[in-house]
């Protein structure tokens, strides 16, 4: 867990809230004593449900047709592309013609 004393926190505020997005948590302490915490927020239990029946109302997703066999899914062989660029030499190109 990241620390960081009160004026840190003031004056870095953005920074700190980049990591806690990423899921780190801060601890922001007061001469040297812990007097805060910023923690990730996780949307879960019947507000999760909701939040997710309106997603599918919206038809943004849809529901799972069957429960994620966990094992067969990492167990499948990976793919990879032998001709061409690869995704990453794509993006740095796109990126280039923007500017």
């Known amino acids: 867990m990241k620390r960081a004393s009160v004026s840190e926190a003031k004056n870095g505020l953005s920074g700190l809230l980049s990591e806690v997005r990423r899921g780190e948590s801060v601890l922001i302490t007061h001469r040297g004593r812990p007097v805060a915490r ?3 927020c996780h949307v879960d239990g019947p507000d999760a449900h909701h ?3 309106e997603i599918v109302r919206r038809g943004v997703a849809v529901p799972p047709r069957a429960p994620l066999d966990v094992e067969r899914f ?3 062989p990976v793919v990879r592309l032998t001709e ?11 990126r280039r013609t923007r500017d």
């Not at 061409?84 to 796109?94: C, D, M, Q, T």
Request: hydrophobic residues 55%; negative net charge.
């Open 74 to 76: 990492l167990g499948a």
């Open 84 to 94: 061409g660029p690869s995704a990453s030499e794509i993006i740095v190109a796109e």
């Open 51 to 53: 939040a997710m029946a």
């Open 38 to 40: 910023i923690e990730p």
